[in-house]
């Protein structure tokens, strides 16, 4: 199967659990694509750019791990409405 094969056109729509989408602003393999994901998804969504300021700049945030967990952790307590784990 062909590169071609393996797109989210007509998908994406079709997700209906909220989704955390994450930009790095130097990612050389995927630049553009998070904000595609998030313009097609209908679902409850957030998009998150992570910088050079906070060192999350590069392909899946490896420069500030710590940080990208943090928003990632953040984002689920907030989405399944958890406090310390528990249901709130």
């Known amino acids: ?3 071609e094969g393996y797109t989210m056109d007509g998908i994406a729509g079709q997700i209906q659990c909220p989704c955390l989408v994450m930009e790095a602003e130097a ?10 994901i998030f ?3 209908q679902s409850p969504k957030q998009l998150v750019h992570f910088t050079s300021e906070d060192g999350a700049e590069n392909h899946c945030q490896s420069g500030a791990l710590a940080h990208k967990d943090e928003v990632v952790f953040n984002w689920l307590d907030e989405t399944l409405k958890l406090r310390n784990g528990r249901k709130v």
């Open 1 to 3: 199967m062909t590169e």
């Open 27 to 36: 990612d050389m393999f995927f630049r553009g694509q998070p904000q595609q």
């Open 39 to 41: 313009n097609a998804l």
